[in-house]
C-alpha cells in the first residue's frame, strides 16, 4: 500500500491497462512490466489502436502481402507475445500512418478504462519526431483517461478514479523529451520478456537492440538503487516517465 | 521493499538526512516526512548549514540582540522543533547570506553522509531566485553525497551507496521551477509538524501559511490518488522532486 | 498610459474579453481582475464555451438531474456571478468534455472580437494535463484573436488591433507550467470576488480553497513589491502569465 | 503608481540601479532605459564592475596601450556616455576577463544598493556563453539586492525592498536564452542614446548595429503594441527580461 | 559527402524540397538557401500550401481586390521570385487563416515528396504564436516526411530515406523559441536574394527588414566562425534549427 | 571546407583540442573522434585536468595502493591509449573529487589553447548530476576558449579565432540533458577505439557497454541518414551536442 491509496479488496486483484499505437510495441517498451505484474497475479489489458499494417510492417509489404493479410499476421503475433507475458491483448483497428485521434476513437477507449478499471496506465510519451502514431495514442489514452471519470460523460458502466500514469521508453528517447524518471527492476521476468520479443519474427533486429537497452537501463539502475552496494550484478531494467505526480505514504 | 533493494539488517532502522540552510527549514519544508519517518522507528539528522542568524531572523535583529544572542535564539527553537518531529539536529555555523560553497564545508558533510549512511537524503531544491543560501546548501548536499561515495576520497568511514534525493518545497515554488513530483501524505502526523511549526514563534505568520499549503498539495493528492474514490476528505500533504530517478520493483 | 498606445477616446471605456472554457471559470480564476475592470467603469465581456455540464456538474448529475437542466443551472449560476462581478457573460454551448476546437467555433469568436473589440484578453493557459477543455479553448481564444486582425479574414466587423493576453491560473499550476509573471493586487475587489463565488452553490469547497490561494498571491505579491515595505498587511492577488511582450514606456 | 506600491514623497525621485560588467555595456543595451528615467527627472546609478579593459578594449591594445591608460580610456568614455544620458556612473575597477564574483565585491555593491535606494535594477541576463563576465555581474547585482534587504547584513545603511529586476539584451539574445518579456518604447529619447553610443569611439562598428537592433524591436513592439492601429510608424525601442513577477494594480 | 551518405550518382542532382505555408515566406527566410542551392546546379521545389491570400494581403484587400484576383497576385510574385531565385514552385491552394490540416493535404504532400525525393526539407518552426498557418504547414511538412518512407503508405512513387530537415527563421525569433544552431553563409548570392525580395511589391517595408537581419546574422557567423579571424567584413547570413540530429564524418 | 572559413595553409593540419576531467574519458566519449582525426593526419591534444585518482579508480584503492601510485597507473594507461588512437596527452594534475575550478587553472588551459590553436574542442556537457567535476571541467574548457581570443588577456602566444565546441556524451545522458544534436560516422576507426578501450584494463566492464553504445548511436544515425537507403548494415557512431551555433555554406 505505497500509494496512499485503500487496498484493493481480496477478490479484485490490481489491474493494469497499456494503450499502444501499434501491435509490437508492448513488446519492447513495456514487456517487463506486463510480465511482472502478470506474475503477481494481476490483471493486464492492451490497448492496441492499429496493428501498424502500414507503418511498422515493412517487411510483409516487401513480401507483397496484401494489407488485410498484414493485419492478421501482425494480430497473431501480438496475441502470441501477450499471451507469452501474461496479458489480453484489445485491438481498436482504427488504421495508422497516420493513427488519426477522434471523438470516436477516444469514446471507445472510454469504455475500455470504465470496463477494466486500471489502477495504472502505460503508455507512449507525448513526443516523438520519428513517428506521429505513438503520441497520437498517448493523447487518446490520456483524454480517455480523464473523460471515463466525470460522471456526466454518457459512456457505458461507473466511473473510475484517476489511476496513476507511465509512459514507456521511446526508440529514440533523447530526441522525444524522455527522461527515465522510474526504473523498473525486470530482472526476474527478463526470460519471459525475451520470448515474447521472439514472438516479433518480422523484428529480429530488435531482439538484441531491446535486450542491450535492458542491460543498459539495469546499470542505472544499479547506479541509482540505493545504499545496497551488494545488488546482483546482472540487473535488467525498464525506463519509465511519470506525467502526474507519485503519491506515497513513505519516501524511498 | 518497493525500491529494489535489499532489506536493512534487523537491527539498523532507515536513516533519512535532511541538509538545509537555515535553521527553520526543516520544519515548514520537511516536517510530516521527517515525523512520519520517526513514527515509524526511524532515524532522522537534521543538518543545518547555518542557524539562519542573518537572513531568518529580522525581528530578532529588530528587537535589537547581538548576533550570538540570536544563534542562541536560533538553535534553542530548531531543537525543541527537531525533538518534537522526533530528530536529532547537527549545526555546522557555517554562517548565513551569503551561505558560501567551499571544499571545507562540503568535506564536513561528507563525514556526516559516512556516520549517519543515509537511506535518502531531503534537501532544498537547486534554484531559489529569492534566497541564494538555499542553493548553496543544496549543491553542498549534492555534492557530499557523491564524494562520500567514492572510496579514493580521504574521509573518516565507510563509503555509502547512492541514497535516493528528495527536494523538498521552497516557498515560492513556481520561482524555483518546483513541480510536485511526488506528492507524501502526512495526515496521520499532521497535528506533530503543527506542533514543530509552533516551536518558532518568531515566525508565527507561517504558521497558518503552510497549514493552508499543506491543505493546497493534500487537495492535490486526492487528484493524484489513484482509483480509490472515497478517500477521507481531509489529507494534509507535502510535495517534493526527485533529482534522480525512482528505483522499483512495482509500478504504483 | 503605460503601454505606450494612445488614449481611449472618453466615450468609449476600455474593452475586456475573457474566454474560457466552462460556466465556472472566470470567477474563481479571474474574478478580481472582472471586478477590478468593472469598479472603473470599463466593459467586461465574457465568452463561456461550453456550460461545464458533463465535466464540472458532477453534484448535478448525481441527483439525477437531466442535461437540459444541468446546463439550465450553470447558466443561471454563471449570469448571477458575472452580474455580481459586474460582467455580460456568452454562451456558446459548444459541448464539453471533450470540447471539441472547429473552425465554426473558432469563427463564432472572431465575431465577438470585432464586435467587443478587447482592450485585454484573459483566457485560460495551454497546458492542462488535468483538463483538456481548458487548452482547447486556450488556443480558439489565441486562433480567433489572430484572425480577427486580419483584413482579409470574411467576418462581420472592424478588423481589431493586437490586444495583449493574459493567461489565468489553473487549479494545479505547477502542472500546467504556470509561472507567475503578474501578480494583480485584487485586495479592494476580494469581497466582491468572494460574493461572486457564493453563486456557485454546487462548487462550495472551492469558496475557501481560492480564498486561500488569493491569500497565497498576496504574500507573494508583497515579497515581490518593490521598495515599499509598509504595505498594508492583507493583500489578496491574483495570478497571470503572459504569453506576449508587455508594451510599456516606463519600467517598473 | 502601476506597481501597487506607494507612491514616492514628492522629494525623493524615482531611482535606477544599472549594474553592468564593463563599461559600454549600459550604453548599447540600456540607454534608452536610462535616457527615459532621465527625461523624467529620475536619478539613475550606474555600477560598472570593470573597465572592460581587458575584454573589450581590443582597438587599445593593438595600438599598444598600457592597462593603465586602456582604463583611463573607458572610464572617460562612458562617463561621457552616462553624462549625455543623464546618468551617474560608478566604477568597482574589480578586473574583467574573467570578472570574478566574491563576497567582498559583493559586499561593495550591497552598500551601493542602500545608498541608491533603487526603485528599479537593470543587470545583464544570468547566461551568455560568449561572455561569462556578464553573468557573473548579473548574479553580483541579484546577490547583492537580496542581502541588501536583511536586516541582519552587517552594512551601512537602511535596509531596502525588493526592487524589480530587469535584465537588458546581450549581444547574441537567442544563445542567451533571451526572450523579450518587456518592449520599451524609446523612440522620443532615440537621439540622445545615438549620441551616447557615439561617445565610445572605439567601438563605431556597433553604433548601426544598436540602431538596426531598436528599429527591429520597434516593430515588433508595434504588433504587440494592443487595438492602437494608428501608431506611429518609426518606433525605437529596447528589450528586457523580467526575472521576477511583475506587480500591478491593473492588466495592460 | 559530408554527411555519411553515399554520393548521388552523376545524373541525378541534390534536391531540396521547401514546405511553407504562405506564399511569401520562402523568399524572405530560405531566399539564400535556395539560390546558394540553385548555384550549385542542384533542384529546388517550393510547395507553397496557400498564397497567404487573407493573412498576409492586407494591401490587396484594402485596395478592394477579390480573394481570386488576390491569389493571382500572389502567385504571379511567387513565381517570378522562384524563377529568380532559380527554383521552381507549387501551390496546394489549401486555403489561409486559418490553414487547416487535414489527411488529404499530408497525402498530397506525401506525393511531392515522393517525386522530388528531397535530400534536404526546408520548413517553419513547430510553434510560432502569432500565426498558426505556420506550425499548421510545418506539421504537414514533418508528416508527410515520414509516411513518404513507409512502404505500406498507399502513394505514388518510390519510398524516400529520411531528409534532413532545417527550420527557417521566424519573424519573431524569440517569441517562436527560435535559436540559431546553423549559421548559412549567403554572401555570394546576397544580390540574387535581395531581387527575388523586390518581387514581391506589396511588402515593400520587409526589404529593408530582412537586409538588417541578414547582416545581424552575418555578425553572429563571423562570431562562430572559427579560427579564420580574417574573415571578410560583410558576411550576410540565414539562421536555421535543426530538428534532427546531423549526421557527419568529421566535427567541424 | 563546409564551415565557410579559409582553408588551413597546407603547412599546418588542423588541430583538435579535447578537455576533459579524468584521465579515461577521452576513451570512452571521444576516442572515434579522436581516431577518426588522427586517421586523416589531423593534430589531437587531450587535456586531461587530472588523473581521476580519488573517483575513477576504485579497483586501485580497493587493492591498496598510494595515491602517488594510482595517478601512475592511470597516466600510464591514459598515454597507452593516446597512442593507441593517434593523440597527445597533457595532464594537469589539478586534483579530482571534488576537482575546484580557479582562475589558476583556468590560466593554464588558456596558455594550451594559444600553442595549440585548435580548430575544433571537444569537451563534456555542462550539466552530470552523477559527477560534478565533469561540468567543473567543461566550464573551464569553455572560460579559457574565451579568454584565449582575447588580445588583453596577459598570457603566452597569439590570440585564437573562436572555436567550435562538442560537448561528448555522458554516462547517463538523458539525466543530463544531453539530446544528440551530432552522430559521427566511427565504423571505420571502430577496431581502433575498442583497442584504446582495453587499454584502461580497471574498467573493462565498460568496454561491453561502451561498443553496445556505439551500435545504439549507429542504429540511430541510420535512421537520420538522408536519402541513402543502402547504408551499410553495422555503423558504428558516437553523439554530441553542440553549444554554439554550426557556420556552413551548404546545409545538409
Not at 501499434?22 to 493486464?44: N, T, Y
Not at 501498424?52 to 497473431?76: D, F, M, P, Q, V
Not at 545488488?231 to 507519485?246: D, N
Request: proline letters at 7%.
Amino acid at each position: 500500500m505505497t500509494n496512499g491509496t485503500a487496498p484493493a479488496t481480496p477478490s479484485t486483484p490490481r489491474s493494469t491497462l497499456v494503450v499502444t499505437a501499434h501491435a509490437g510495441d508492448f513488446v519492447w517498451r513495456a514487456g517487463g512490466a506486463i510480465a511482472l505484474a502478470a506474475s503477481r497475479g494481476e490483471r493486464v489489458t492492451i490497448a492496441c489502436l492499429t496493428f501498424g499494417e502500414r507503418g511498422e510492417s515493412a517487411t510483409a509489404w516487401r513480401e507483397g502481402r496484401s494489407l488485410e493479410e498484414i493485419k492478421g499476421i501482425r494480430r497473431e503475433e501480438a496475441e502470441k507475445a501477450a499471451a507469452t507475458l501474461g496479458a489480453e491483448v484489445v485491438f481498436f483497428d482504427a488504421g495508422d500512418y497516420p493513427l488519426i485521434t477522434t471523438p470516436e476513437l477516444t469514446d471507445r477507449l472510454v469504455a475500455v478504462y470504465r470496463q477494466v478499471r486500471p489502477d495504472v496506465v502505460l503508455t507512449h510519451p507525448l513526443d516523438d519526431p520519428y513517428n506521429g502514431d505513438h503520441p497520437a495514442a498517448a493523447r487518446t489514452a490520456l483524454d480517455a483517461r480523464v473523460l471515463a471519470q466525470a460522471i456526466g460523460y454518457p459512456a457505458e458502466g461507473e466511473i473510475i478514479g484517476a489511476p496513476p500514469v507511465f509512459f514507456f521508453e521511446p526508440h529514440q528517447p533523447e530526441m522525444c523529451g524522455f527522461r527515465p524518471e522510474v526504473l523498473l527492476d525486470i530482472t526476474e521476468v527478463w526470460n519471459t520478456k525475451r520470448k515474447a520479443m521472439e514472438c516479433l519474427a518480422a523484428q529480429r533486429h530488435l531482439w538484441d537492440y531491446y535486450t542491450d537497452l535492458a542491460v543498459r537501463r539495469g546499470v542505472q539502475l544499479k547506479r541509482n538503487a540505493g545504499p545496497n552496494l551488494g545488488l546482483a550484478h546482472k540487473t535488467m531494467a525498464e525506463a519509465y516517465m511519470r506525467p502526474y505526480p507519485q503519491v506515497t505514504e513513505v519516501l524511498d
